[in-house]
């Protein structure tokens, strides 16, 4: 059983991306503060069901799509680590 959910400090640096993104875009922060709300509800969801995302080819990591973002996790006994949140449109293959 997951005991511990983890972001790693290259999802963080995700996560203020797409903030700094929308709130540019938006010229509000109020988005990106319910972005962030229901962000870490999803992030939570994962914790309690791990296995709810999709293996990839790599051993342990599993993605999620959730709404217009890509979330990937590496899953271990007791912890579930972020490894990365991307929104879809990204060109994530730089």
Sequence with gaps: MVKRLVISREAYLHID????????RNQSSTYSRKFVKA????LE????LPFMGMNTSRENIFLLVW??????????ETIVEIRAIHHQKENISR
């Design 17 to 24: 991306r797409i903030i700094e993104f929308n709130d540019l």
């Design 39 to 42: 962000l870490f509800k999803e």
């Design 45 to 48: 969801k994962i914790k309690k």
């Design 67 to 76: 709404n217009d973002y890509y979330i990937y996790y590496m899953l271990t």
